[in-house]
């Protein structure tokens, strides 16, 4: 089955910094990626996602790239601010389960020091 | 339009006693997913459930672990004899449909604590 591994496990930057969050997904026919931010005590909230047919995707200061050859999706977050501090979880979803199935990766603990 | 609506957020059993979470999916989503969080870890998938049939539990533990969704009312995941192990937080989500490649929302979960 899909395994999708997530890096780094925590990530320190300062205020106006930008930031790069990395997974690598197994199943080539995997085919939705999202990425997920949670904040404490509370539910993942969807940011951005991606669908195999497009390289590059981009929403103000978020933007997730991916790479279907080398089988791996980025999250970038430029001019981050101190309420960008959360986890971040990757996802991908294999299309022969038949439905909507995650595979997330393990999370980004993400600090933005003022 | 309210988004998924989990109850209770939290809850405290004894080993031994029976929990009960409900879920509420967004409006005009008929399709609704429970995923479990062991403390530090990812989200894992544990059922895919539509009105009256649950359509993939292949996440589901073999024991103690059901899960329904009437036509009437919410969902429901329920866990028999818990165990200090099933201390998580359980998270369901919904989608319109049930298409690979669908938006997903969770709810904001609820957390159950067995002592």
């Known amino acids: 089955g899909e395994n999708v591994e997530q890096h780094p496990s925590t990530l320190s930057v300062q205020e106006g910094d930008s930031a790069v969050i990395k997974c690598t997904y197994s199943d080539s026919a995997s085919n939705y990626f999202p990425w997920y931010k949670q904040e404490l005590g509370k539910g993942p909230q969807l940011i951005i996602d991606i669908r195999s047919n497009v390289g590059e995707k981009k929403d103000q200061r978020i933007a997730v790239t991916l790479n279907k050859t080398a089988k791996h999706f980025s999250l970038h977050i430029t001019e981050t601010q101190p309420e960008d501090s959360a986890v971040y979880f990757c996802?991908?979803?294999?299309?022969?389960?038949?439905?909507?199935?995650?595979?997330f990766g393990t999370g980004t603990r993400l600090l933005v020091s003022p | 339009n309210a988004g998924v609506m989990q109850n209770p957020r939290h809850l405290v059993r004894r080993r031994g006693q029976e929990a009960r979470l409900r879920c509420s999916p967004m409006k005009g989503h008929s399709h609704v997913y429970w995923y479990r969080q062991l403390p530090e870890e990812g989200l894992k998938f544990m059922v895919y459930?539509?009105?009256?049939?649950?359509?993939?539990e292949s996440g589901m533990p073999k024991e103690r672990f059901s899960a329904e969704f009437p036509k009437e009312g919410p969902s429901i995941l329920r866990i028999q004899q818990v165990v200090r192990g099933d201390s998580a937080a359980y998270f369901c989500?919904?989608?319109?449909?049930?298409?690979?490649?669908?938006?997903?929302?969770f709810g904001e979960g609820s957390w159950l604590t067995v002592v």
């Open positions: 996802a991908a979803s294999p299309p022969n389960t038949g439905f909507q199935k995650l595979v």
């Open positions: 459930l539509q009105k009256e049939n649950i359509i993939d």
């Open positions: 989500a919904s989608s319109p449909t049930g298409n690979s490649g669908n938006t997903i929302y």
